[in-house]
Every structure is written in C-alpha cells, then in structure tokens.
C-alpha cells in the first residue's frame, strides 16, 4: 500500500450523549406540595423573579411559568393540558391583573389600528379576542399576547385595498398557510430572513406608520396612502391645518411620552413599605400600564364636552357598530355595483401579499415568543406556536377578523404586569367582547388625533438607528440589505421585503461560492478551505491552485489540501477535485489531502478517484510526501503551522 493511502481519520469530533445532557437547561416541574405563598392583596406587580417577600427566589412563579412549557414527556396535545391541571389560586389575580391591564391598552389600540389599515374601526376590536382565546389553548408562551399590530395593519393596509372582505379573506389564508407551515414543522424557513432585512423593514415601517398619522394630528382629510404621495400631500396643504387638532394630537403625545418613561423609571416596590406608599405606587403603576386607554379616555371627554357646548374642533370617529360579530364563514366573493369579483380574481388581487403576511407574521409573532421565553427563563415550542396562530386566523376570520400576530408592546405589558400562564388572555378577550356589546355608542367621541396619538407613541420605538452603526462597525457587507430594504419599503412594503430576502440570498450563496482560500507558500503549497466545499466553488478553488502551483514563476512543488473546516461536499465538488488532481499530475506535482473529516473522508473514499491519498495531520503528510523520490525538503512541512505566513506574497486569501 502506498504511502497515506492507508485509512485516515477525520479531524472532526462528536459530543455523547451524556455531554449533551449537561447542556440542555435544567427543567423544572411542579410537584404536588403545600400551597404557595399568597401574593400581595395590593396586587403591586412584581419583577420577574421576585416573590411577595422581596426574595430573588420566586418560588410560585418560577415554578408555576416553568412548568407549563416543561412537562415530562410525553406531552400532551394541547398545551393548555401542561399547565391547567397544576393552575394555583396564587396565580388566578396575576392572571387577571395582567388580563385587564392588556385589555386596556388593547382596545383603543385595536381602534387606532384599524384606523391604520384603513378599515371601519370595529374591525379593529372584532380582531383583537379570537387570538386571546386561541392562544390560550394552543400557545407555548405564557407572556405573548395575539391581535391586530401596526406591521399587520400596515401589510392589511396595501393589501386590502381598505375593503373588509379582502382583510378577513386573508386572514383565513394566512391561517391557512401558517398551519400548514405547522404541520409540516417548516418554521426553519423563517430563518432565512436575516436581521438586517428584519430591521430594515420595521424601521422603515416606523416611519411610515408614523408619517401616516400625521394627516390626523394636522386634521387634514383625503391624503393618499402611498408614502411619497402622502408625504407630498401633506407639506402641500399644511395650511389646512386645525389648530384643534394639532393641540389635543401634541397634547396626547406628550402624555404617552410622559407615562412611559414615568413607567420605565418606578422603582420596585417594596413589601415592607407602609400600605399608602404601596397604594400609590400601584396607581402610578396603572396609569402608566393602561396610558393608551387613560388618553384616549381623556380626549373623548374633552371632545365631548366641547360637543355639549355646541362646538367641535376635532375630528371625531364617528359611529361604531354596537355587538359582536356575527359568526360566518369568510367571504370567498364580493359583490360590487356592477358585478362580482371572484375568489380566484381575489386571491390575483392580494398577489404576493399571501406570501409576505403570513410570513410577516410568523416572524413577528415567533421572535416576540423567543424574546420574553429567554427573558423570562422558560421554552417555547416554535412549531406550536405556528399552529397556534394559524388557528387565531383561520377561526378570526369566522368573526369578521383581519391577520393577527404577536403584539410586542402588549405582550410587554403582559410580563410586566406579572402574568403566570396564558389565562390572562381570557380576560383581555372577555374585555373586547364587553367594550363591543356595551361601549361602542362612546366610541362616537374619541378623536381621530388622539388614536394618531396611540400609533406613533407604539411605532416610534421600532425604529433602530442604531443598526446601522453596529453594522458598519461589525459586518459593513449586511448594511446592503439592510438599506435595500430600508429604502424600498418606503415605495412598496413587498418589493422591500422580497428585494431584502433576495439581496441576503445572494450574499448567503457569494459566501458559498467563494469561500475563503488560503494559500501558503513554503516547500509545499499548502492550500487552507475556509469552509465547506460545494459545487458553485470548485472552479474557484481549481483556478486558487492551478494558479500558484502551476505558475512560471513558481518552483515545483507537492500541493496539500488543508480541509479541516470542510464539513460537507457534494458529488460535483468530488468531480472537480478528480479533474484538479488528474491535472497536478499530468504536470508531475503530488495531491494529497490532510485532516478529512469523517463523513467528508467517506465520501470521497466512495467515489474511488485514482491516486488519491490522505493524511490525519500536516505532519504526517509532511513524512509522506518527503518519502517519496525528489520531495525530501518537504520534511520542513511539520514545523509551518506555528509559523503563518503574514506578507501577502507569501499567503493570499481569495474571498471574491
């Protein structure tokens, strides 16, 4: 047998299962024991973590939140099964604090989210209880809260076409897509839309979002939707400004800014404090937690006392529907004066929109899941929680909703204000459908300014202009699809996307067809691959070579291919590696390979090319390759790994 043909081993190295095990996070179950702690009556909340004695601890909390994504296997189907058996009276007032607390800001933000998708405002609040309900059987994460986004109403707004029926016929197949997507565990697929496009967009929507309520603080009517139009539009007839609106829209900005930033500057509470201090520290609690229903509480009193004076100097909602929904299909048709449209003529009309809502959502509702599971120390199912907001849609869209997703400031409040399972959704859903058969007739006098209000004051803090910075500082590369994206979302939401996930395409597959080459000179050309090897890189890799080791310049040498970071190869690199190989030799230079890994060494080894030869290390190869007749400097091949080259005469690493 001839030298280094003999059976080498690759450089790669496995973890058991054992190893694997001291890993994985330790999980925590609820056992059967005494009854926890009764929280306090006052109801003050908590920081996660904290039990009603101060203590870093939290013994029924942390239990409690961890046992219900965490239940031995195997697990039950419905994940409301994992948590419900073991649900604690200790729980129940957390639940419904939190409930009510996102019930508040939920229903004037469903109203203002409408408004932004450019549908009648009840549809607002129709979308904002089937996913409470619908997560709380189905969802993985105790924190997440589902119903109508500014991002969704955005992407409902350019694909509706600000007709109801187009908004609930997408809600249906975006549940659709997004169960289907499911079961068939394709959630992987939103791993492809990288941040910078992530990021791009959401600042981009920002800013739209924002500049798109600025007809209603300016009280200005008949403004397009289309941003440059808008913004057009709207510097043209800044003299048809009202002053009244102006005011109270200002005012109302004000007002939120204050009571968030009240809210991220109170200090813990403290258990020992006397009883008037913890009083007043809950109720400065409430109000900054519920400031979207405290505002908009206080413009329609304002409104409506100048309408009992007999004056109106704002632009008022106007009448809303009284009830709920009616349960009945989607509609598949819609009837106009002169004829009807069909479903297949609807679905042409949404287009691409049936491939970015769904997906927006996903994303926006998995990452939101995976955010506050982390925060909070516990796992969600990402699977699961595609299945449980495509049923939010699909069973939404049987009560007139639009598609839902994960609300990250919701759900924020959610976790802030203590929740310890999904239940506190079924009070939030419970206060929508109260608001709809009760208090809709007060909707009349809520002013359009104060929900511009609520929608700038929630979309401002997506905009990340610190991004750009990071990604300058760290990978200068992604800042092209994130600007290409940032800049066509402000044409077209969709081209922005598409053209952002193709840009990161592009450059995922430039990675792949030109990995890092490098090539160090010495008594043998050693040629290090920087990752794995597949077939849009083997004609780069052939010219690296062919270029140094069959140079004029360049004095004879044996070529050594490092592929200790190759992983993966295909049978067309395996191809190329054959042609390079048989064109070394017809040139007299030896081709050996180093430090195969297992899986890459068995595949070549299958494809039995001729004279092929491979070594577990340098070294060894080094021995080899010195054996045979003529080769003997290359002996100096053990000694190069502790010594780089560093001039770019003696290494050249080709990333094109």
Known sequence: ?????????????????????????????LTPGPAPPRYRPAGIPLRPGTDPRGSRSAPVRARGVRAMPGSRCPLPALPVLRWLPRYSRAWLPLDVLAGLAVGLT?????????????????????????????????GTAKDVTLGPTAIMSLLVSSYAFQQPA???????????????????RLGFLLDFISCPVIKGFTSAASITISFNQVKNILGLQGIP???????????????????????????????????????????????????AIRISHLIVWICATARNALVVLFAGLVAYSFQVMGCQPFRLTGSIPQGLPPFRPPPFSLAVPNGTIPFPSMLQDMGVGLAVVPLMG?????????????????????????????????????????????????????????VCTPAGGLVTGALVLLSLAYLTSLFYYIPKAALAAVIISAVVPMFDAGIFWRLWRVQRLDLVPLCVTFLLCFWEVQYGIVAGVLVSGLLLLRSIARPPIKVSEGAVLL???????????????????????????????????DCSHVS????????????????LHRHGLPLAFCAL??????????????????FPSREEAGEALAALPGWERCRELGGSRAEPPTSPAQSTGLIQ
């Open 1 to 29: 047998m001839a030298p280094g043909t003999g059976t080498g081993t690759g450089s790669s190295t496995s973890t058991g299962s054992g190893d694997r095990r001291l890993l994985r996070p330790p999980r925590l179950l």
């Open 106 to 138: 939920a229903v004037p933000q469903a109203l203002a989210y409408a408004e932004l998708a450019g549908l009648p405002l009840q549809y607002g609040l129709y979308s904002s209880f089937m996913g409470c309900f619908a997560y709380c059987l189905l």
């Open 166 to 184: 187009y908004a609930v016929l997408l809600a249906f197949l975006s549940g659709c897509i997004q169960l289907a997507m499911g079961l068939l």
């Open 225 to 275: 939707r289309q941003f440059f139009l808008q913004l057009y539009e709207t510097l043209r007839r800044t003299g048809e400004t009202r002053a009244g609106d102006v005011l109270l829209g200002l005012s109302c900005l004000a007002a939120l800014a204050g009571l968030r930033a009240m809210k991220s500057h109170l200090p813990q509470a403290v258990p020992t404090a006397p009883l």
């Open 362 to 418: 996903l994303l926006e509702s998995v990452a939101i899941a995976k955010a506050f599971a982390s925060q909070n120390g516990y796992r969600i199912d990402p699977n699961q929680e595609l299945l449980a907001l495509g049923v939010a849609n699909v069973l939404g869209s049987f009560v007139s909703s639009y598609p839902v997703t994960g609300s990250f400031g919701r759900t924020a409040v959610n976790a802030q204000s203590g």
């Open 527 to 561: 040629v290090q691959l920087g990752s794995s090897l597949h077939f849009p890189a083997v004609e780069h890799l052939r010219s690296s070579v062919c270029s140094r080791a069959l140079a004029a310049a360049s004095p004879a040498r044996p070529v050594l291919l």
């Open 568 to 583: 993966s190869i295909d049978y067309t690199a395996v191809l190329g590696l054959a042609e390079l190989l048989q064109e």
């Open 597 to 614: 890994q297992e899986p890459v060494l068995q595949v070549l080894l299958s494809a039995d090319i001729e004279g092929f030869q491979h």
